[in-house]
């Protein structure tokens, strides 16, 4: 079958699902194949429960008129998701980075919403499946769409471009993330850049952040540049804390307003001004930008700022790598609270150079001084320290329950396999 006459099928389903679990009555159930499973299996029951149709790829599993075969479905998802996309000619933005690509994708949500009918990534749907998902879920009244990007190695960005079709990007840094896949900081460069190279191609536009020189060498070529940062740039604003929140005073002439956030770590502070960017190159008015961003309250264990039995939790256990590691250090140091316990868990995905960065993390910690440090699980066990250690969460769930903390300022983060948020819950 075409593409063009499966996309007429959607027109009239307009509802994709890859989980049997999540089904709908009337959805099209793309049959994916992983690791661990074979969602050709599951076909006859997807119709069972509803589905309109199944594509699979394996013909044992073409069980009547309802269940399309091609050649390899997610390609064929992935298709479907481009032809869907072409028929749109409104702003489409793409986010990556190292960090904080989420919480910017979502303020900038927050902000466009408040004027335009905007469609985002839900989560962090971000990689070969989630991104195609992400332009299926699009109506026709849509005015704006976001679309997150996440990568763990070369071309990955480039091909969903090739579907995505940005017509705005947005590189929020490049930092020590998935070194492994990347093969080092220049790698993580070279993949992320792989945005700006669709963009410079397309003759696009992008929003950079002028406090990181090196988005400057890499945007050269990029006639359409909206700029955002501390100083020398379009949209101007300066950081500074309040009980632990962020506030941003926007400095731009003619847009000066002060914006508190409930945002813990002044390294939110680009992914406000970011949004602030975007919102006000779409015309949004900066009192209601500030509006927008000051009701945006984290979740899903992202910067969040927690109160529990007398003591103050930073939960920033989402994920974790080098850079955004030694930021969160540094943040909570900056913190004026009198009793802080730290606890990390391991960085994942960072290749021969886990052990050398993992030994950069006790250095940056022995460098102030703690009422606890407790380390959690990976590589952490690998490198030399004075550091309470536990192999996993649960462990380390035992022993905070049995500090019995009172008017303690506690900072939880490690990578997403480490589980920190299990040691509060």
């Given at each position: 079958?075409?593409?063009?006459?499966?996309?007429?099928?959607?027109?009239?389903?307009?509802?994709?699902?890859?989980?049997?679990?999540?089904?709908?009555?009337?959805?099209?159930?793309?049959?994916?194949?992983?690791?661990?499973?074979?969602?050709?299996?599951?076909?006859?029951?997807?119709?069972?429960?509803?589905?309109?149709?199944?594509?699979?790829?394996?013909?044992?599993?073409?069980?009547?008129?309802?269940?399309?075969?091609?050649?390899?479905?997610?390609?064929?998802?992935?298709?479907?998701?481009?032809?869907?996309?072409?028929?749109?000619?409104?702003?489409?933005?793409?986010?990556?980075?190292?960090?904080?690509?989420?919480?910017?994708?979502?303020?900038?949500?927050?902000?466009?919403?408040?004027?335009?009918?905007?469609?985002?990534?839900?989560?962090?749907?971000?990689?070969?499946?989630?991104?195609?998902?992400?332009?299926?879920?699009?109506?026709?009244?849509?005015?704006?769409?976001?679309?997150?990007?996440?990568?763990?190695?070369?071309?990955?960005?480039?091909?969903?471009?090739?579907?995505?079709?940005?017509?705005?990007?947005?590189?929020?840094?490049?930092?020590?993330?998935?070194?492994?896949?990347?093969?080092?900081?220049?790698?993580?460069?070279?993949?992320?850049?792989?945005?700006?190279?669709?963009?410079?191609?397309?003759?696009?536009?992008?929003?950079?952040?002028?406090?990181?020189?090196?988005?400057?060498?890499?945007?050269?070529?990029?006639?359409?540049?909206?700029?955002?940062?501390?100083?020398?740039?379009?949209?101007?604003?300066?950081?500074?804390?309040?009980?632990?929140?962020?506030?941003?005073?926007?400095?731009?002439?003619?847009?000066?307003?002060?914006?508190?956030?409930?945002?813990?770590?002044?390294?939110?502070?680009?992914n406000v001004m970011a949004a602030v960017a975007?919102?006000?190159?779409?015309?949004?008015?900066?009192?209601?930008?500030?509006?927008?961003?000051?009701?945006?309250?984290?979740?899903?264990?992202?910067?969040?700022?927690?109160?529990?039995?007398?003591?103050?939790?930073?939960?920033?256990?989402?994920?974790?790598?080098?850079?955004?590691?030694?930021?969160?250090?540094?943040?909570?140091?900056?913190?004026?609270?009198?009793?802080?316990?730290?606890?990390?868990?391991?960085?994942?995905?960072?290749?021969?150079?886990?052990?050398?960065?993992?030994?950069?993390?006790?250095?940056?910690?022995?460098?102030?001084?703690?009422?606890?440090?407790?380390?959690?699980?990976?590589?952490?066990?690998?490198v030399p320290h004075s550091y309470t250690y536990?192999?996993?969460?649960?462990?380390?769930?035992?022993?905070?329950?049995?500090?019995?903390?009172?008017?303690?300022?506690?900072?939880?983060?490690?990578?997403?396999?480490?589980?920190?948020?299990?040691?509060?819950?």
């Open positions: 079958m075409s593409i063009e006459s499966l996309y007429e099928i959607f027109c009239h389903y307009p509802s994709v699902q890859t989980d049997t679990r999540k089904l709908q009555q009337g959805d099209i159930y793309f049959a994916l194949i992983g690791e661990n499973f074979n969602g050709n299996r599951f076909a006859e029951k997807a119709l069972e429960m509803g589905a309109a149709y199944a594509i699979v790829d394996e013909e044992e599993y073409v069980l009547n008129d309802h269940c399309i075969l091609v050649e390899d479905v997610l390609t064929t998802l992935q298709q479907l998701a481009l032809y869907h996309r072409k028929q749109f000619t409104i702003p489409f933005i793409a986010i990556t980075g190292s960090n904080g690509k989420t919480t910017t994708k979502e303020l900038i949500y927050t902000v466009l919403s408040s004027k335009y009918k905007t469609y985002a990534t839900e989560g962090n749907l971000n990689n070969h499946i989630g991104v195609p998902l992400t332009i299926l879920k699009i109506k026709k009244d849509a005015e704006m769409a976001i679309i997150e990007m996440g990568a763990n190695h070369q071309l990955e960005i480039a091909s969903y471009c090739a579907i995505a079709l940005p017509t705005h990007g947005l590189i929020n840094n490049c930092g020590k993330a998935h070194l492994e896949g990347f093969g080092g900081i220049e790698g993580v460069r070279k993949g992320k850049g792989e945005l700006y190279d669709y963009v410079r191609q397309s003759q696009g536009t992008i929003f950079r952040n002028t406090d990181l020189p090196y988005l400057y060498d890499m945007s050269t070529g990029i006639l359409e540049q909206i700029t955002y940062g501390k100083m020398q740039a379009e949209y101007t604003g300066i950081p500074s804390m309040q009980n632990s929140y962020l506030q941003v005073a926007i400095t731009s002439p003619k847009l000066e307003c002060l914006i508190h956030t409930h945002l813990v770590g002044e390294y939110n502070f680009p975007v919102g006000r190159t779409f015309q949004i008015p900066i009192g209601e930008i500030k509006k927008s961003i000051e009701m945006y309250t984290p979740s899903n264990s992202r910067s969040q700022l927690l109160q529990l039995n007398g003591n103050t939790i930073i939960l920033d256990a989402y994920n974790a790598n080098p850079s955004s590691m030694s930021e969160a250090i540094s943040n909570f140091v900056q913190t004026d609270y009198p009793n802080k316990v730290i606890m990390l868990g391991a960085m994942m995905e960072l290749g021969k150079e886990s052990i050398t960065e993992h030994k950069r993390i006790i250095h940056v910690l022995e460098e102030t001084n703690w009422n606890h440090v407790v380390l959690v699980g990976g590589d952490f066990e690998r536990f192999p996993n969460s649960e462990e380390a769930k035992i022993w905070f329950q049995s500090m019995k903390f009172e008017n303690t300022a506690i900072l939880l983060k490690g990578s997403r396999a480490m589980a920190m948020e299990k040691v509060i819950q």
